[in-house]
């Protein structure tokens, strides 16, 4: 059963992670976007995709009361993030913002690190901030904004959700399961590199 679920995760996240397209493939001028095209959007750019999972692998490597409050955190400032886009609310280098999440949240997995709770939310909830901006920003035209806002964040929930369960279904006390988890946080943090030097 256990190592059903470990190949079911594995299988679940690699066809995530080759489903995204390159960073910045936003959809735009979408006409009449709404839930379905909202839950859509987050899996069809590599920088969101990579920057949820990594979320959720990084609340699952700290346990307890993170497991449930980082993705919250992240989840509740990218939605006042992409309000602030949405109003055309400005909010400077957003793009180097979106690399740099890619960046830490992939060395924070990579590492292992546990700060306290609140340490935790606050860097995910900064981070948020210039994924939600970016993606109010270029909200279609003709979208029905709550919609699609809720598809997308739902969408995000469950790439938190997928972070959290292939950790957790790799069990944290092995030391492949680690290693596994700390070279996915690795290439995560490699990737934000390259999306900032590109």
């Not at 996240?13 to 709404?34: M, P, Q, R, Y």
């Not at 993170?66 to 989840?75: I, K």
């Not at 979208?143 to 929930?157: K, M, N, Q, S």
């Not at 292939?166 to 690795?186: D, E, K």
């Amino acid at each position: 059963m256990a190592f059903r679920l470990k190949n079911f995760m594995w299988t679940a996240l690699g066809v995530l992670l080759l489903s995204g397209g390159a960073a910045e493939a936003h959809t735009f001028g979408v006409h009449g976007a709404g839930l379905v095209q909202g839950f859509g959007h987050p899996f069809g750019g590599l920088d969101h995709l990579l920057a949820m999972v990594a979320v959720g692998l990084w609340a699952a490597q700290q346990g307890g009361r993170a497991l449930w409050l980082v993705p919250a955190a992240f989840m509740t400032s990218m939605v006042a993030g992409g309000g602030l886009g949405l109003a055309g609310a400005p909010l400077p280098m957003v793009e180097l913002g979106i690399a740099a999440s890619l960046m830490v949240l992939g060395a924070v997995v990579a590492l292992s690190f546990r700060p306290p709770v609140w340490v935790g939310m606050a860097l995910v909830g900064l981070f948020a901030l210039f994924h939600g901006h970016a993606h109010g920003a270029e909200m279609p035209e003709a979208a029905f904004p709550v919609l699609y806002a809720a598809g997308f964040v739902a969408a995000t929930g469950l790439l938190h959700a997928v972070g959290v369960a292939a950790c957790l279904g790799l069990g944290r006390s092995r030391t492949v399961a680690r290693v596994a988890v700390r070279s996915a946080g690795a290439a995560v943090a490699a990737t934000g590199v390259l999306i900032a030097i590109l």
